[in-house]
């Protein structure tokens, strides 16, 4: 029987209500979630490692960076044929994204967590965690990169966001959909993801903020990053990759100072392009030397560039590692 690795990291998965506060907080361990996937032990061997037991909003893109080493030791390891990664859902789409830039391995990698708290009817962790197991004793989710698994859904890591504060299905792959599903502890996939990147380092660079554009926004908040000394910043610009023309200084400034500038569309769905040739639209800012982010959500192109960072600073190299296939350059 195949051997699986669950590494535990706390979120709604292992959280129930404390009556004090009359809220959910972390406090179930490992073995007292896998207590409640009963029959689970004819699927698979199960080793469970408690590696944290926080809310997901407490952990740090530094705690990423220990949990994909960690993985990545379990990985190594020839008795185990597939690593779970439980998290909290809030920043589960950076800590998944994180681990499948950095994570070259053919073994399954699911990251799975729960949308309802043990307190509540209709736990979801005992169904996540068991499909998450099948998926991790598949040999169909081999090389297909790190899984997040919720709802019986299997997303790509790299594509997955989640779209939905309150859902069993809040997992979504906007534009494209799951790869595949976990029925009836089958593990299917209907489509695979061909833009998968590795970025192959154990530094990330944390001075990367977000922006996010809004209508009559100007430069401060980028002369604020400029003065912090940011390394990066990350532009959540307005549709196709355009912002309002107040910015175009601050860009220009933090550009100037060396600071790498990465812009994304603040749009659910679609990529940026530099359609637009009025002041402030794409053509301006590609024409400054701002790298395209292609689709991805703010939080995650900002994960893409601390790790870009960690391996560069030469501002050619990042525009390859982003644009590479998805623009001409
Ligand atoms: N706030 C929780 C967390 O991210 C939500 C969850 O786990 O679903 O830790």
Do not use: W
Request: with cysteine; glycine share 10%; proline share 4%.
């Amino acid at each position: 029987m195949k051997k699986v690795a669950i590494v535990f990291n706390g979120g709604t998965i292992s959280m129930k209500v404390d009556p004090r506060v009359q809220a959910a907080v972390p406090s179930l361990s490992g073995e007292e979630i896998i207590a409640m996937v009963t029959g689970i032990e004819k699927y698979a061997n199960i080793e469970s490692y408690n590696f944290s037991n926080v809310p997901s909003p407490f952990v740090t893109p530094d705690d990423m960076m220990k949990l994909s080493k960690y993985v990545k030791d379990l990985l190594n390891r020839d008795d185990i044929s597939g690593v779970i990664v439980t998290h909290g859902t809030d920043s589960l789409e950076e800590t998944a994204y994180l681990l499948d830039l950095t994570i070259k391995n053919n073994k399954p990698v699911i990251v799975t967590g729960a949308m309802r708290s043990s307190s509540e009817l209709g736990y979801d962790g005992p169904a996540n965690l068991s499909a998450a197991i099948c998926t991790a004793i598949s040999t169909e989710a081999c090389g297909k990169g790190v899984l997040v698994c919720l709802n019986g859904e299997l997303n790509s890591a790299s594509e997955v966001t989640k779209a939905n504060s309150m859902s069993l299905s809040a997992f979504r792959s906007p534009g494209f959909g799951p790869l595949g599903i976990v029925d009836n502890n089958q593990v299917i996939f209907y489509r695979d993801n061909l833009t998968r990147h590795h970025i192959d380092t154990e530094i990330i660079e944390t001075k990367v903020s977000l922006i996010k554009c809004v209508s009559g926004i100007d430069s401060r908040f980028i002369d604020f990053c400029i003065d912090q000394g940011d390394e990066g910043i990350v532009i959540e610009g307005m549709g196709r990759g355009n912002v309002p023309p107040k910015m175009i200084d601050g860009i220009k400034r933090a550009l100037n100072k060396g600071i790498v500038v990465v812009l994304v569309s603040r749009c659910f769905e679609g990529r940026v392009l530099d359609t637009y040739g009025y002041t402030g639209g794409g053509k301006q800012l590609r024409n400054m030397g701002v790298i395209f982010g292609d689709n991805l959500p703010g939080q995650k192109a900002r994960i893409k560039l601390m790790l870009s960072l960690g391996i560069t600073s030469d501002v050619k190299e990042i525009k390859e590692i982003f644009e590479k296939g998805l623009y001409n350059i």
